[in-house]
């Protein structure tokens, strides 16, 4: 007795199965009475017994079997039937899923196979690996692949992936049922508008009744103005509905007030983090703080002028860095990172190394220089501003002329500096302030 090839697949997929069997024919070289897929001619069961003997002899001759999966063969009985009975019987059972099928939506046994997702860029290369493993079980030869062959694929391929539902028990969404939704909000708002004007109407009548009773009852204004702001309202609030159904979502752009308790003007750095030149901002960002905590002319900071640092100008850093980083740079971004490792205001060398690692200001053991900091919005969250490379900056700050004084100034700069900055861990203080500030 002859091996069987046999397509499980739903009636009303009849038109998919037939391009199937047109590919499976050109790439093996097998005869129409070795292909059983019932729905196309030439392949279908032959009369006399019932459709289930039928099919329970064909499915004890079959050797492999291809499983055509929709979404309306999923509902079938006879497919459900037909692959159970393979799977029972071991035979080798290739699922091909069509658009919308689901991996994790195939019945219990299903799930242990490899498939064929129509919808993956690799299917082509799968039902070729499909048409190899077909032909050794069949123990048929493959036809050399020709330009047909391809052909007669990609028929299949695109049919199966511009498939659509023919059941009504489908739970997707058509594209008339698309159009329908939104033929039915487009009438909802032609409603509320409809609604809007017979309230307007009837507010002015109403008014103009209220007037006119006024005259003849001489009201009190307080209530005829009650009445008005009430009528008033309804109408604004019907107005909102329809804006919020025609416009469901509004970008409010945040304005900062460039504050400052010292004086500092802000409109460099802002134009800088506008401008998203993240280095120089930084930069700006050092001469800035030195400004506010009076230290131009010490050309450094000290964890005392952190503690003291003027609450709105700490403000207004934070929010143009937040904003122009679109939340993802900040002291404030910083502080919350610090404090999720446990670090208070105490110096910890172990969190502040932890700190180092979360932000990208370390790589391994070593901390970085400016010159490897990542000055752009691929960053880490919380990566800037890079305090941690301030203390070279603070330190050619505060040298004045040249040769050896100059290179003292630097060291002891660099020295005060590094006692904030590193040895305390600048963040902890920081951190400490944003809290005591209320940011």
Avoid at 328 to 339: A, L, P
Avoid at 340 to 348: F, I, Q, R
Avoid at 357 to 379: F, M, Y
Avoid at 394 to 422: I, N, S, T
Wanted: negative net charge.
């Amino acid at each position: 007795m002859k091996k069987l090839l046999f397509i499980s697949h739903r009636h009303s997929d009849r038109e998919i199965a037939s391009l199937l069997v047109d590919f499976l024919l050109a790439a093996l070289d097998l005869e129409d009475s070795e292909i059983r897929c019932t729905s196309v001619p030439g392949h279908t069961l032959p009369f006399g017994n019932s459709i289930s003997e039928l099919l329970k002899k064909d499915l004890n001759c079959t050797a492999a079997v291809i499983a055509l999966i929709t979404t309306d063969s999923l509902k079938s009985t006879w497919v459900l039937f037909e692959l159970g009975s393979s799977w029972a019987m071991g035979k080798l059972l290739i699922p091909i899923l069509g658009p919308g099928v689901k991996y994790n939506e195939l019945p219990g046994p299903l799930k242990n196979y490899h498939v064929v997702q129509i919808e993956e860029k690799n299917a082509s290369y799968l039902l070729r690996e499909a048409i190899n493993q077909i032909a050794n079980n069949l123990e048929v030869t493959q036809k050399r692949a020709t330009g047909r062959t391809d052909a007669k694929r990609d028929e299949f391929v695109d049919k199966l992936l511009a498939w659509q539902p023919q059941h009504n028990d489908d739970k997707s969404v058509s594209p008339d049922q698309l159009k329908s939704i939104e033929t039915s909000y487009k009438n909802k708002i032609q409603q509320l508008t409809e609604q809007l004007k017979q309230k307007e109407l009837s507010a002015t009548q109403e008014l103009n009744e209220l007037k006119d009773e006024l005259k003849k009852q001489e009201k009190s204004n307080y209530d005829l103005r009650q009445e008005r702001d009430s009528y008033n309202s309804q109408i604004k609030q019907l107005k909102e509905q329809i804006k919020q159904l025609e416009s469901p979502t509004k970008v409010v752009e945040i304005k900062i007030e460039l504050r400052s308790e010292r004086g500092v003007d802000y409109t460099g750095l802002r134009a800088l983090l506008e401008a998203q030149n993240w280095k120089e901002a930084d930069r700006e960002t050092a001469n800035v703080m030195l400004q506010a905590a009076e230290r131009t002319s010490q050309g450094y900071l000290t964890e005392s002028d952190i503690e003291s640092f003027p609450c709105e100008d700490l403000r207004t850093i934070n929010q143009l860095w937040l904003k122009y980083s679109d939340g993802k740079f900040g002291f404030s971004v910083q502080k919350e990172i610090y404090q999720s490792l446990g670090g208070t205001k105490e110096y910890n060398q172990e969190i502040w190394s932890s700190f180092g690692d979360r932000v990208g200001w370390k790589k391994g053991d070593e901390w970085l220089d400016r010159d490897a900091i990542t000055w752009n919005l691929s960053a880490q969250e919380g990566h800037l501003p890079y305090i941690n490379g301030w203390v070279d900056m603070f330190a050619y700050k505060a040298a004045k002329g040249g040769g050896v004084q100059a290179a003292f100034e630097r060291m002891e700069a660099k020295v005060l500096a590094m006692e904030w900055v590193e040895d305390a861990g600048g963040v902890s203080s920081l951190a400490q302030r944003l809290v005591t500030c209320n940011l």
